[in-house]
Structure formats: C-alpha cells, structure tokens
C-alpha cells in the first residue's frame, strides 16, 4: 500500500511538524507529542485535555482552538498515548480552574488518562474525566471493555468547549460533557479494510464485494459482514441501530445534531448522498434534525466508508454547539 | 471496489440531494443540478459562477457562499456540465452587476462555458470568464489543450470572491482572477488510481509500489512514474517543480499562498507530515509562506496522493483571502 509518509516511526512527528508549519496559533511540541492552544492558561476558564492514537485525523489535534480543546496528546498510530503526554498537557492548560480529560473507551487510553489524573492531581491541578462511549455497534471489543468511543467525541470536544469557553466551571463542564455522551450513538460501516503505516498492508481482510457492519476506528469487527449493499440500505441499518439504541435511554423528542462522518478514503461526494438518505430515515423515523455536519472528522488512516453519530441534543447543547469554533478542522461564527 | 452510491446512474443527485438536506443555506435545485448561495442576486454584488465535472468534491459547490462562488453547476463525474445549467446559474445570480465564470481549463468545460456565456450575453447579461490552467506537470493532456486546471481555482475563487463581496465590479474581479490564476503553479501526485462509479474499478492502472509524478485531476498521466518515493522526496519533486515554473513569470519574491491539497484518500496525518516536507523545501528556496491550507479540497475520487499549489500572492490578494468565507468547505473569520 503505497503512503505518503518518510517511515512508518516518523508519521506521528512528520504531522506534528507540518501541523507546527500550518497552524502558527497553537503551540506544537513535536517531541513532548502536545498540540497546546495559544495561551490556554489564561482567561480562567476550564481546560480540556483529549487524546488518542493517531490515524484518527482531524481528532483530536485538528479540534485545538477557540471554543473546542485546550490540548491534545497524540499517540502513535492507533496506540494510546501515555501518561506523561497527559500530565504536561494538564499542566500546560490548567489555569487554576482545573482540567476535564475527553476519553474514548479503549483500555489503554482509559489506564493511561486515569493514571495521569491521578499524577496531575498529585501537583495539584484538578481533574475531572468524561468517559465517551457512543459506539452501539458492539459490547466489549478488540481494544475495548463495553462500548467503544467514536463520532460522539466530537460532539462532547464542541459542546463541552464552548461551556468551558463561557467559563462555566469544571463540575458544570463535565457533567455536560458526561450528558453530550449519554444522548449520543453513533454506528459506523467498513467498505474497506485500512492501512497502518507500520504494517504497510492492510489491517484486517474485508474481501471486495463485501461490508463490516458496526466496525470500529480501528477496524474492530462489528456485527456482520454482509454482501455489498447500497448506501440508501446501508444507511437503514446503521441509522435504525443507533436510534433504536437511543431510544431506550433519552426521552425520544426533541431534535439531534447529526455527524455523518467519513471514514478517510470515501469520497465527499459518496458521503453527501449517504446524508441524504440517512435524512430519509430520520424522517421515516420522525427524528427533526437540528444540525449536521458531513464530511471526514473521526477517521481511521485510509478505509473507506462512513459512520453515523446522532447526538438528542436540548436547547442548551444546541446553542454551545451553535456558540463560535476556532480550531484547524472546525471554525464558524466568530 | 466497494462504493457508498446508490447507483452510477443517481450519484451527483443523490449528493445534492444530501447538500439540500445539509446546507439549508443554500438554494439546491437537485433536477437542474444547481447550486446556488441564498440571496444570490441581492446586494449589487458580481456574480460568481463555477462547475465542472463531480468527484472533486468540496469543489465547487462546496465553495458556495458569502466571499466566494455565487453558484456551482456540477456535471456528471469527471464530465463537464451542460451550458443549459450554466446560463440558469447566470440568470440566477446576476443583479445587473454582471457574472464572472470560473472555469477550469478542461475541452468540455471550456466549450459549454463559452456556448453559455454568449446565451447569457443574448439574455442581456454580462459575463467575463478567466480560465483556470495552473498545473506545471504537462502541456496537452487527455482532456484539455493546454495546461489543465486544478488547485488554482480554489485560490481564484476565493480571492476573487471576496473582491467580489466588497463591491468590485466585474472588470476589476476578472482582472484579479486571472491575475492570481497567472501567478499561481500546481503540482500533483498519485499513489493509487481513482474509480468512477461507471467503471466501478480503477480508470487507470497503477501497481502499488509505483507512483505517477505529475498526475492529471481525472487520473491523467502525468511527467514520468517511478518506484514509490519517500514523502521527502516526493515533496523535493513537486515543489521543484512548482517553483521552476512560477519564477519563469511571477517576480521571485514575495511571500506565497500554499495549499497541500489531498486527492481524496490520503488521511490528514500524512498530508501534514507531507506538509512539513513542503515547507522545508520552500525554505530551502527562500520561499516565504504566507497563508497555508492542508486538507482534501480539489480530490479525485478515491484517488490516494496529493498535490500542491502556490500562488506568489501580492498585498491585496493576501487581505482578500483573508476575509470572512463562510461556505460548506471553507469558512473563517465572520
């Protein structure tokens, strides 16, 4: 699989250094692996700290800005980041009001965060940590005990960022972050299989002709393999699958912020008609959609295919969604 | 290979019927295959219009908005719209301060967008045209007599957009666009072959382990293929080549706009990491960058690669990138 990288050890460095290039208004430290927005301490306001491996691009280092993340730890491909990467971002963001930690639910990046709130508390800095675990595909995982963490990231990184960005303080940032998550379910589809740089190949075997339903970031397997099928049909199971989850949890009125999200390698074009159609079963469903967003944001390196992420999102989670964004991949109304 | 459609036969509307649904902002005639910012003819504005053959999405219709396009008229994929959608789109947006149509020098785009201009003349509008022809790799291709048009359009677009906004009337817009079309160079790269949803498999045949240096939007040839180059190396080639060209014309100094353009299937984390590259090359060549966007915004499909462009931008054309956007694909600063 030819990729456009120097080697599959400098990929995580070789980004920082261009994000570094692109973006003179956050603070990248290549070698510490921190992404800082510019003056996070100051401002008194709640920091946020989230963090992964690599390979899921723009999250999270494209959400660092105005109104979204205060820094983000990328580890390397695929690997969580450690604990260390987590302490100084702690440190690094912390203005006395103290840090909430975004993590998605895979083992290692739950020890590692844990471990370092533990540490950061330790110098002092408070830390609270919302768990997000969207992903209704599957119970237990590859990497994973219970639900995975996907799409709903964003929405928790946007809601929670812009209360944060209000000065709410840090038990109020948290428990909204902890509710963006509840109301959330995401599902997503393979088409194809992805690539990580250090195995040049592809990572699992998904035969042309065939599709992964409910597959993880990773490529975790998911429901069922099933023969090709066509976006209007694949966009029944998955919006079915995440409203029928949902429903058993939030109250089933009200709107949702909907993510129809990329994969990496499937086309704008392909994701724009998929939107139209998961639309379509919304409707059919009853489901008003307040916001969307479509376009690549929680993606895994090159595979193709889409996920779905539905957020029941109240009057306050709309207006922070609405509240203005600055950051490499999202940015509106300021 | 696997594809997120429907069917070839209904992609581009089933995108636009997605668009619809996504940017209520915007007026989407789905059946006439039209895009078309709200308000299009208020405000004594020129009107901007563009299009082009699908599967570059976000261009065009995702640079449809205030400070940019007035209107897009995408055609089938990699096939040039008909002059009928682009003397609708004319009709649609012109106040009576006149239209500028941006087209990409392709031999279908250019003979519909001429046959359009004079209908719309008859009609009593308007209409300057700059034709966008910005990539170094070839002279003549598959499609086009000439250079072909790539990345430069969406410099053009934007710079002159936002003169556009400010009031400018039409002669004054047009000389600008040609004049950031004369001073802009592209370069572009395949690590894999596109798939049309007609073909639904490659157009064109590229082993893994060799690249096509020079590579045409539509999967055109391009300068030479070799073995599969290092991100350093591929970045040294390409921006060697840009240069070469831009100091045959433009003065060689200067600050330059850069865009690291994705086609389609290459994730972020390398397009940054290929960006660092760039940047180093550039100031090698004692090239200073002004403004730098990394990301997927004049793709190919599924086409893993990228390309970059640099436009040697002078003072006015750096204030008039700057200003607000606020468009599906591009927005910042309102």
Same mark, same amino acid.
């Given at each position: ?30 070698? %510490? %692996?921190?992404? *800082? ?14 963090? =992964? =491996?690599? =390979? ?8 660092v800005g105005y109104g979204m993340l205060s820094a983000a730890c990328p580890g390397e491909v695929f690997t969580s980041p ?15 009001? =103290?840090?909430?930690?975004? *993590? ?24 609270? %940590? ?6 209704? @595909? ?87 393999? %099933?023969?090709?099928? @066509? ?80 957020? +029941? ?5 709309? +207006? ?15």
């Amino acid at each position: 699989m030819n990729m456009l990288i120097n080697s599959a050890e400098t990929v995580v460095a070789d980004a920082l250094r261009g994000m570094a290039a692109a973006h003179p208004e956050l603070d990248v430290d290549v070698e %510490r %692996r921190l992404v *800082v927005r510019r003056g996070a301490r100051e401002g008194g306001r709640v920091g946020l700290v989230s963090g =992964g =491996g690599s =390979g899921h691009e723009p999250l999270h280092a494209g959400f660092v800005g105005y109104g979204m993340l205060s820094a983000a730890c990328p580890g390397e491909v695929f690997t969580s980041p450690v604990p260390d990467q987590m302490t100084r971002a702690a440190a690094a963001v912390n203005g006395g009001q =103290g840090v909430l930690f975004v *993590v998605k639910n895979y083992t290692g990046d739950v020890l590692n965060f844990d471990m370092a709130a533990e540490l950061a508390g330790e110098d002092g800095i408070r830390v609270e %940590r919302v768990l997000v675990n969207d992903d209704v @595909a599957v119970t237990d995982s590859l990497y994973t005990a219970g639900r995975r963490g996907t799409g709903a990231t964003l929405f928790v990184e946007k809601i929670a960022g812009a209360a944060a960005e209000e000065g709410a303080p840090l038990e109020r940032v948290a428990e909204l972050a902890r509710r963006v998550n509840d109301s959330s379910r995401s599902f997503g589809v393979a088409l194809s299989a992805c690539s990580t740089p250090a195995k040049g190949s592809p990572t699992f075997d998904l035969p042309d002709g065939e599709l992964e339903l409910g597959v993880g970031i990773h490529g975790e397997p998911g429901r069922e393999r %099933r023969a090709m099928m @066509a976006s209007r049909e694949i966009a029944d199971f998955a919006v079915c699958a995440v409203l029928d989850d949902l429903e058993q949890v939030a109250p089933a009125d009200g709107p949702v912020l909907a993510l129809v999200n990329g994969m990496g390698a499937t086309p704008l074009l392909e994701l724009y008609g998929f939107h139209a159609e998961v639309v379509r079963v919304l409707a059919a469903r009853g489901v008003p959609v307040a916001r969307t967003l479509v376009g690549n944001y929680v993606t895994s390196l090159d595979m193709a295919g889409c996920s779905v992420t539905l957020c +029941r999102a109240d009057d306050e989670m709309l +207006r922070l969604w609405d509240a203005p964004v600055e950051t490499p991949a999202l940015r509106w109304g300021r």
